[in-house]
């Protein structure tokens, strides 16, 4: 894959360059701050971009903002951003434009670098990737769903899991259920939120979607 | 016929009060008169005829300035929209030392009644305030008094004059009527303008006022933030530096055992891994504690709608987008909120809550934050509790905080902080 790496301080870029080189990818433009992260996602188009929220020159969410931008201008441009914090108003902005491609992660994620590159690889392919910490909070807060009141206790830990991009297969397996188990648990939660597309694939970001966004 | 009516009542409040605003105004004048009766009634060739007259002179008037201006403030309050703030000193409290002795503020006393009696003298004696009434008490009299006279003495003269058969006495009679009438619904009037032009405290004292304040304030400040950083460091200490120092040892512990048991040294290092992973959580919540990232990033507004996202309560929040305010107030208001979300999860039980964030809309210059939950009520403020330290925190910044929280609820916080910079 052809990968951007934003990040402002030199150790982390330095190592997530030579980690993703170790495992084959090209990285093809490394940024500093925000205005260089949209330049490069722009010019260089990439397969995906691996982009830290905080960057200079203000230090604040220059990093989000420009992969916001860049989102704008490329729809589905993939895009995982890594992060010293998750927070559910961040990861609500960037799923709103609804064409997936997303992933949110803490930077400790790096530590297990398979699943790191695992979740970079499922963000490349239009796939959505987030955080435990994100989905974790939602499901604190999920009475506040209507919508996902109907889901039953099962079918919300199956959601849960396909949120952070797990295929049905490796849903299947965290939950010590067969995979066909799995897809009747996800066609009947498809059902009951009323999401009735064909392609699969867009039907789990258009599922992870009403999971985040209903408020 | 209802006009009538409420002329003759005009008539009759306004005469009461002016005979009320008379007879406060007039009863230093009335001690002077009463002394000078005094020293002729003594007789004028006794050399020390006037002793007894000037020491109740003096002592009448000192004693009398005081509840004179204080009943002129009460009239002024009761009767119009004027609330003139008296500004009299106040006493530091009077603490018990370790050898026994009660201090307060000034001396040292052997019991607390005798210290508290020697701190009120001595406050009484020493308030600037003092010269102020006296200043008032001398000059109430000419001013407010003679108004508010005209009406009683166009009445007495009514009185007095009407009953007397020759015809310039009736006539006297009836002028004193018309100008008693006319006169009682405005006479008692005058009174505010100048209670409040003589009686408001001085600049000197607001401002001694002002910089008593300022120091509790920088008190409880200090003691705020070096509980913080206590706090931060104990944190620190506990957490993450524990933590650090054990995946060293894991490590190197690993590098050892590289050779003879790669296996073991295998496990050490995935304990190393999941331990840096607690670590950064740990700093994380940490930071979170001190100044939460997305305050820094986007400021209140934004900060707060994630704490909604966060709070397990409904939470709607309504705010004007366009605010933004120093970082300091915006921490404190954060802080504030998040702490009367988490009271409410906690006490008192509430399901839902509704946040709104906006610029007071008179005077502009004010920025408000109202928390509202369903909850049970009943939320009280200890010394040591968190709604204490949400008013300390505001009043850092001349922040007010008002507490409606009824029991059986539900509990409505208003904060409020004056903010030049909107």
């Known amino acids: 894959m052809r990968i951007v790496v934003a990040e402002d301080l030199y150790l982390l870029r330095d190592g997530m360059v030579r980690l993703l080189e170790a495992y084959g990818h090209e990285v093809v433009a490394t940024a500093t701050t925000g205005a260089e992260t949209l330049q490069a996602l722009l010019r260089h188009r990439p397969d995906v971009a691996v982009v830290d929220v905080r960057m200079p020159p203000t230090q604040s969410d220059e990093g989000l903002r420009a992969a916001l931008a860049a989102r704008r201008e490329l729809p589905g441009l993939p895009v995982l951003i890594l992060s010293q914090y998750v927070e559910q108003l961040y990861a609500r902005e960037l799923l709103a434009d609804g064409s997936g491609g997303i992933g949110y992660f803490l930077k400790d994620s790096v530590f297990d670098a398979d699943q790191f590159i695992d979740a970079l690889e499922r963000v490349a392919a239009g796939g959505t990737a987030m955080d435990p910490a994100v989905i974790a909070k939602l499901l604190s807060s999920g009475s506040s769903n209507r919508r996902l009141e109907r889901l039953t206790e099962r079918e919300r830990s199956v959601l849960g899991l396909m949120a952070e991009g797990l295929s049905n297969h490796a849903i299947g397996q965290r939950l010590f259920l067969s995979d066909s188990a799995i897809s009747k648990y996800t066609t009947s939660l498809f059902g009951k939120l009323g999401i009735t597309d064909d392609d699969n694939n867009n039907r789990r970001v258009l599922a992870v979607l009403a999971y985040l966004n209903n408020p | ?422």
């Not at chain 2, 995946?247 to 891994?273: F, H, V, Y």
């Not at chain 2, 994630?306 to 705010?319: C, G, I, K, M, R």
């Not at chain 2, 005077?363 to 403020?381: P, S």
Request: aromatic share 6%; proline share 6%; charged share 20%.
């Open chain 2, 1 to 422: 016929m209802r006009q009538l009516g409420s002329w003759l009542a005009r008539v009759g409040v306004g005469f009461v009060r002016a005979c009320v605003v008379t007879v406060v105004s007039l009863l230093v004048p009335a001690v002077w008169a009463a002394a000078v009766a005094l020293g002729i009634w003594w007789g004028a060739g006794n050399p020390w005829s006037w002793v007894a007259p000037f020491v109740l002179v003096c002592v009448g008037t000192l004693a009398l300035s005081r509840p004179v201006c204080r009943m002129v403030r009460f009239l002024v309050a009761r009767w119009t929209t004027s609330v003139i703030p008296a500004g009299y000193r106040q006493a530091p409290p009077v603490t018990q030392l370790s050898t026994g002795y009660w201090w307060n503020g000034f001396s040292y006393e052997r019991t607390s009644r005798d210290a508290l009696l020697d701190q009120r003298w001595r406050v009484r004696w020493i308030d600037p305030a003092n010269w102020r009434d006296l200043r008032f008490t001398a000059v109430a009299p000419l001013t407010a008094g003679v108004v508010a006279s005209l009406p009683p003495v166009g009445a007495a003269a009514a009185v007095l004059g009407l009953s007397q058969p020759a015809p310039f006495a009736r006539l006297v009679g009836a002028v004193g009527l018309v100008v008693a009438f006319t006169t009682a619904p405005y006479a008692w009037r005058f009174v505010e303008p100048v209670a409040v032009r003589f009686l408001r405290p001085t600049p000197a004292m607001a401002l001694a006022d002002r910089v008593d304040e300022l120091t509790a304030q920088r008190a409880d400040a200090t003691v705020a933030q070096a509980a913080e950083i206590r706090r931060i460091e104990r944190d620190l200490h506990d957490g993450a530096q524990a933590r650090l120092v054990s995946l060293g040892l894991s490590l190197a512990t690993a590098e050892k055992l590289m050779e003879t048991n790669p296996a073991q040294a295998k496990a050490l290092m995935r304990e190393a891994r999941a331990g840096a992973t607690a670590s950064l959580t740990e700093l994380r919540d940490l930071v979170r504690g001190i100044n939460p990232p997305v305050l820094n990033d986007r400021g209140l507004v934004d900060a707060v709608r994630a704490l909604a996202l966060d709070s397990p309560l409904e939470t709607d929040v309504s705010a004007d987008l366009r605010l933004r305010l120093d970082p300091p107030i915006e921490s404190a208001l954060y802080f504030g909120v998040a702490e009367l979300l988490t009271n409410a999860v906690k006490h008192a039980q509430a399901t839902r809550a509704r946040i709104s964030i906006a610029r007071d809309t008179t005077t502009t210059t004010t920025i408000v934050v109202d928390v509202e939950d369903d909850g049970r009520g009943g939320a009280g403020e200890r010394a040591d509790g968190g709604l204490a330290g949400l008013r300390r925190r505001l009043t850092a910044f001349d922040g007010t905080v008002e507490i409606t929280s009824p029991a059986g609820g539900p509990t409505r916080v208003r904060m409020m902080v004056p903010c030049e910079s909107l």
